[in-house]
T-cell receptor, first 112, second 112 residues
């Protein structure tokens, strides 16, 4: 069984500031980890994923995440926020099958 | 390559009716999964199909069913609709089981 906890339902940053969205997971098997972004009235867009290998994963739009097994974490970061980053972000884990277990989501608010 | 398509995009039904939603995966993808997204429960897994076989099922009542055709297109059906079935229904496809899932734009169902 797996689960995901995203700390903070809302995160507010200023444009140009560091973005940090937190995700902790639990999994009974080696996890695959994902971050997806959802813009209003749209589906989910894949930002990045970790399967095996390098623990620092780079994704689209300048986002990256680091898999830390000892901390069971997969936090999402971006050095400099842009207004267009405002959206809801979901961390997800998959176990033996494709089934994704999602966190509750974090709404990122970016102010000018 | 075209993405995942879902039809219809919006749907209004009344309690007690049934509804069928359709999903066309990315060309060449053989696995299709369905998720329900609501403000209260977040993203929840419904079922996963691969090569016309249901491989995994989430914790939903038997009113929710699905199938996959030989061309990998999938449908899900909800019978005897309840108000609580109002949600965004997302379909995702992947090449194989445990490959990265790519999501469609969703079908927004409103039950009155």
């Amino acid at each position: 069984a797996q689960s995901v906890t995203q700390l903070g339902s809302h995160v507010s940053v200023s444009e140009g500031a560091l973005v940090l969205l937190r995700c902790n997971y639990s999994s009974s098997v080696p996890p695959y980890l994902f971050w997806y972004v959802q813009y209003p009235n749209q589906g989910l867009q894949l930002l990045l994923k970790y399967t095996t290998g390098a623990t620092l994963v780079k994704g689209i739009n300048g986002f990256e995440a680091e898999f830390k097994k000892s901390e069971t974490s997969f936090h999402l970061t971006k050095p400099s926020a842009h207004m267009s980053d405002a959206a809801e972000y979901f961390c997800a884990v998959s176990g033996g099958y494709s089934t994704l277990t999602f966190g509750k989501g974090t709404m990122l608010l970016v102010s000018p | 390559k075209a993405g995942v398509t879902q039809t219809p995009r919006y749907l209004i039904k009344t309690r007690g009716q049934q509804v069928t939603l359709s999903c066309s995966p990315i060309s060449g993808h053989r696995s299709v999964s369905w998720y329900q997204q609501t403000p209260g429960q977040g993203l929840q897994f419904l079922f996963e199909y691969f090569s016309e076989t249901q491989r995994n099922k989430g914790n939903f009542p038997g009113r929710f069913s699905g199938r996959q055709f030989s061309n990998s297109r999938s449908e899900m059906n909800v019978s005897t609709l309840e108000l609580g079935d109002s949600a965004l229904y997302l379909c995702a496809s992947s090449l194989e089981i445990r490959e990265t899932q790519y999501f469609g734009p969703g079908t927004r169902l409103l039950v009155l």
